[in-house]
């Protein structure tokens, strides 16, 4: 099983400010088959990325994925007040599975 | 618009059995596979099972194969899961979800959960 090891834990900014969230992989992940969602408190996970960097219906483009192998992140660019949430990475390369979360909160 | 609503948790001691219902609307549900993904209270995201759209092939995580069966009835656009020997830590809110394309491994839609709680 592909473990997701997802840092920092949380990360405390300001709207307006650039977030970067790192996932990493235990093992390669192939074909870069990781997405990214976001989850806020009494809601459902929302779908951000897929394929590491291509970003789902919908989603304003201050969302950005990348990486590839066992490292990826996803970088909020400038941060609104709508964004501060729990985002998840998970990989879909073998079975599936999902990393444990990083908050992203206001400061 | 899609729809998906669970049904079926509850209160059950260790070792008992559920069985969870999602019923599905808004889209051609005998043209899409089916997740199950639940999450534990306060903690994150675990995927549970997944059914082909045609109920040929099933996929279970480790944490739950041999102990919860997924299975569907297309003719009523409904996903069930069938969970037994029930233990404490698959105390969860239990969710279906659809992917964005038939045979996806991702998570576009989602029902509202329904919770699952063991415990004596």
């Known amino acids: 099983e592909i473990v997701l090891t997802q840092s920092p834990g949380t990360l405390s900014l300001s709207p307006g400010e650039r977030a970067t969230l790192s996932c990493r992989a235990s093992?390669?992940?192939?074909?870069?088959?990781l997405a990214w969602y976001q989850q806020k408190p009494g809601q459902t996970p929302r779908l951000l990325i897929y394929?590491?960097?291509s970003r789902a219906t919908g989603i304003p483009d201050r969302f950005s994925g990348s990486g590839s192998g066992t490292d990826f992140t996803l970088t909020i660019s400038r941060l609104e007040p709508e964004d501060f949430a729990v985002y998840y990475c998970q990989q879909y390369g073998d079975s599936l599975t999902f990393g444990g979360g990083s908050k992203v909160e206001i400061k | 618009q899609v729809q998906l609503v669970e049904s079926g948790g509850g209160v059950v001691q260790p070792g008992g059995s559920l069985r969870l219902s999602c019923a599905a609307s808004g889209f051609t549900f005998s043209s899409y596979g089916m997740h199950w993904v639940r999450q534990a209270p306060g903690k994150g995201l675990e995927w549970v099972a997944f059914?082909?759209?045609?109920?040929?092939?099933?996929y279970y995580a480790d944490s739950v194969r041999g102990r919860f069966t997924i299975s569907r009835d297309n003719s009523n656009n409904t996903l069930y899961l069938q969970m037994n020997s029930l233990r404490a830590e698959d105390t969860a809110v239990y969710y279906c979800s659809k992917p964005p394309y038939p045979s996806g491994n991702l998570f576009d839609y989602w029902g509202q959960g329904t919770l699952v709680t063991v415990s004596s």
């Open positions: 093992q390669s992940v192939s074909n870069s088959n």
């Open positions: 059914m082909r759209y045609d109920g040929s092939n099933r």
């Open positions: 394929a590491a960097s």
